[in-house]
């Protein structure tokens, strides 16, 4: 294929500084590898040419498309900014002192970095749990991308940093970085903010340094110039000053800023370089014009750039916008969708694999992998865990296993970490050995004689004999409470978004439990289920199963066929964000979602998640998909292949969502816990877990409440709520 218009243009143009803003599917991997091609078949140097990306796997790409274009480009170097940051390191800290470091220095990975954290702040006789450890980890990353790396830097940093910290608190962190540098640089070992702070460090402080590298480079080229932080812009600014600068990149796929990527970046280059040349690749060769036109339809809202993004291919299919009553029915009608279209032979051949299932939050995934799992649809969770073999869900499993069955050691051991309880290994020897091997009979002897083993062996107790008086997920909920289980998921989190998505797995779980409410044995049902979930006998080879993965995960890949699922409010966008006022990020991995699709697209959601409403996303509103949805309900039968499959009802009276439910839906509580509240439609309560709410219906016996704007669905039975 040959080089466009536009591409060709920027491709070919000599001016010093350019910057290619670069749509989804409009090739601009192709477009630096001819980049690279053609300032060689000019003359240039290969030698002097860097390629800079933020994956290896990009790099590894980006080489072996100019190879193929042309053979000379073989000795350009094309890696991560943290490879070259290496590459700059060995070649000049043999040539000049700086902190110390030797030019054969070791890199430090997570854990090393969290275990000399633990020892420095033991070392300072602070209490240390990860979560500390990572917050004055996070304090030593910001100084050095700050490049703040004397005591005097580091102090006037903090002191701005840190305005309303107590003097004890700024202090303490201080000593910890200067620790920190003496236990880690003095030992010739480096981090990974080092390996691009420490050279951007050098390039601005040493001049003579700068300048031999600067006639080093003749050509930089830097793939994804969106993603890129403070720290990475000044590094390449410097290294590029005086020579070529080719930057590509898209701010309106900038999805990265919860990790310090910063899409102003591109708009920096305008200031730094008066004379910046930009080109704009609009022509798309990855989705048909209609796929397109729902995606140049988010363009139109928010702060996106200004243009449309055009294709030659053909018209395609009309984009499908689907309304679900609950995950579990959009589940079943994805698997079920795909599994029909691949038996009869609707797609003239196609894989599993040309489906991609994409989802705001990992949470998501737990109701779109039973669907695929009852249906026998192959799937593999991309750059992800699988719900039920994420850390905090097998936790809880191994909870309630241990309570259907005290004899289970390994769930024990499982638990007595979860949270820690200060019971080492010696211990639990001691414990099984007095218990004839079993772990719950020896605990009665060593709660005599040990208070933390006395305390958790209560704890236990306390849990266990809840499991006859609360249905199911209610009970879930007190062991999640008793245990303190949710200050222990923060302590194993890296940072508040790890921790915030943890807590939603937590949610979806109990969620999930939900279901079993009203079955007999219940807990020993719900540990049957889950064993089935998890013991996954469909094939997961890469080549022939459906990709299910974040909408962050997605970025950069294309399927022939995507689902983009529960978009709802407070979904997508993330109520997270929407409370950070970063809706416009949100509307920008909306935007990449819909552009992974080469031929056909579905976007759906559902009306309620267990027993809240929810509302379809503003960005649906936005982008008109909620005005000409069909009355039918979806068909049972399977008549054809995607284009018989019609629009669901879209119903925005929170009295009509109620109706949905219906009388045969009604719950049916097993327990007959008595009820002697007397509440009427309009009356204010106060939830524990809710917040102040206004009744806004009551049927049979459950009572739909508005809690500030979200509708949720709450039994008479567990309605812990007072009148206000």
Same mark, same amino acid.
């Given at each position: 294929m040959s080089l466009n218009s536009e591409q060709k243009q920027a491709v070919e143009s000599m001016e010093k500084k350019i910057l290619v803003i670069?749509?989804?599917?409009?090739?601009?991997?192709?477009?630096?590898?001819?980049?690279? #091609?053609?300032?060689?078949?000019?003359g240039a140097n290969p030698e002097k040419i860097i390629a800079m990306s933020f994956t290896n796997k990009a790099g590894k790409e980006i080489a072996e498309r100019c190879i193929k274009v042309n053979k000379n480009s $073989?000795?350009? /170097?094309?890696?991560?900014?943290?490879?070259?940051?290496?590459?700059?390191?060995?070649?000049?800290?043999?040539?000049?002192?700086?902190?110390?470091?030797?030019?054969?220095?070791?890199?430090?990975? #997570?854990?090393?970095?969290e275990n000399i954290g633990k020892r420095i702040l033991a070392s300072m006789n602070i209490q240390a749990d990860i979560k500390v450890v990572r917050k004055f980890l996070n304090y030593v990353e910001k100084s050095k991308e700050n490049l703040k790396f004397s005591g005097i830097e580091i102090e006037e940093f903090l002191n701005e940093k840190l305005k309303f910290a107590d003097r004890e608190e700024i202090n303490a962190i201080y000593q910890f970085i200067l620790e920190y540098q003496k236990k880690t640089w003095g030992a010739n070992l480096l981090d990974f903010t080092d390996l691009v702070a420490i050279p951007t460090f050098i390039l601005k402080k040493n001049l003579e340094i700068r300048e031999n590298w600067q006639k080093k480079i003749d050509h930089l080229l830097v793939d994804e110039w969106q993603d890129t932080n403070i720290l990475q812009y000044n590094f390449a600014k410097l290294l590029s000053e005086p020579n070529y600068f080719f930057a590509v990149g898209d701010p309106d796929q900038s999805i990265y800023s919860w990790r310090g990527a910063d899409p102003e970046n591109l708009f920096r280059l305008k200031q730094d370089f008066p004379n910046l040349i930009t080109y704009k690749l609009n022509q798309n060769y990855r989705s048909t014009k209609n796929i397109l036109k729902v995606a140049n339809s988010v363009l139109k809202v928010g702060s996106f750039e200004d243009r449309e993004l055009v294709c030659d291919n053909e018209n395609g299919k009309d984009p499908k916008f689907l309304e679900f009553d609950s995950p579990e029915e959009q589940s079943k009608f994805i698997a079920q969708t795909i599994k029909y279209a691949i038996q009869n032979g609707e797609l003239n051949g196609k894989k599993f694999s040309d489906f991609a299932v994409l989802y705001r939050t990992n949470a998501q995934s737990r109701s779109l992998e039973e669907g695929f799992l009852n249906s026998s649809v192959p799937y593999k969770v991309?750059?992800?865990?699988?719900? /039920?073999?994420?850390? $905090?869900?097998?936790?809880?499993?191994?909870?309630?296993?241990?309570?259907? &069955?005290?004899?289970? &050691?390994?769930?024990? $051991?499982?638990?007595?970490?979860a949270p820690t309880r200060g019971i080492g290994p010696k211990t639990l020897q001691e414990i099984a050995f007095a218990g004839d091997g079993v772990y719950s009979k020896g605990l009665e002897k060593f709660a005599k004689e040990n208070e933390k083993i006395k305390k958790f062996k209560n704890e236990l107790d306390k849990i266990e004999s809840l499991i006859s008086d609360l249905l199911l997920s209610e009970f879930i909920r007190e062991l999640v409470k008793i245990t303190g289980f949710e200050d222990y998921v923060e302590e194993i989190s890296d940072g508040k978004l790890e921790f915030e998505s943890r807590k939603e797995n937590i949610e979806e779980f109990v969620k999930f439990a939900e279901n079993f409410n009203e079955v007999s044995n219940s807990l020993q049902v719900f540990l049957e289920k889950i064993s089935l979930l998890t013991t996954d006998d469909t094939d997961e080879n890469d080549n022939n199963s459906v990709k299910l993965m974040s909408l962050h995960a997605s970025k950069g890949l294309e399927f022939k066929y995507v689902f983009l699922v529960g978009v709802n409010e407070g979904i997508l966008p993330h109520e997270r964000s929407i409370n950070e006022g970063n809706v416009d990020e949100e509307r920008r991995l909306f935007f990449v979602g819909i552009t992974r699709a080469k031929e056909e697209l579905f976007i759906t959601w559902v009306r309620r998640s267990s027993f809240s409403f929810l509302q379809p996303s503003r960005f649906l509103t936005e982008i008109g998909a909620l005005e000409n949805l069909s009355e039918n309900i979806l068909e049972e039968t399977r008549g054809g292949y995607f284009d018989k499959f019609r629009g669901l009802k879209n119903s925005n009276s929170d009295q009509d969502r109620m109706s949905l439910i219906g009388? &045969?839906? $009604?719950?049916?509580?097993?327990? &007959?816990? #008595?009820?002697?509240?007397?509440? #009427?439609?309009n009356d204010w309560i106060e939830h524990p877990q809710f917040g102040k709410g206004q009744i806004t219906d009551i049927s049979g016996n459950k009572f739909a409440i508005n809690f500030s704007g979200k509708i949720k669905i709450l039994a008479k039975e567990f309605l812990k709520v007072k009148k206000i």
């Open positions: 670069a749509g989804p599917g409009s090739g601009k991997t192709r477009v630096l590898a001819h980049r690279i #091609s053609h300032i060689i078949s000019l $073989e000795k350009i /170097f094309s890696g991560t900014f943290h490879s070259f940051g290496v590459h700059f390191l060995r070649k000049t800290l043999s040539q000049i002192d700086v902190k110390g470091i030797k030019s054969n220095f070791t890199i430090l990975d #997570s854990d090393d970095i991309l750059k992800g865990t699988r719900f /039920f073999d994420r850390r $905090e869900i097998k936790d809880l499993i191994s909870y309630l296993k241990f309570f259907g &069955n005290k004899l289970d &050691n390994l769930s024990f $051991e499982r638990i007595v970490k009388e &045969n839906n $009604e719950m049916k509580n097993s327990k &007959n816990i #008595s009820f002697d509240k007397d509440f #009427s439609i």
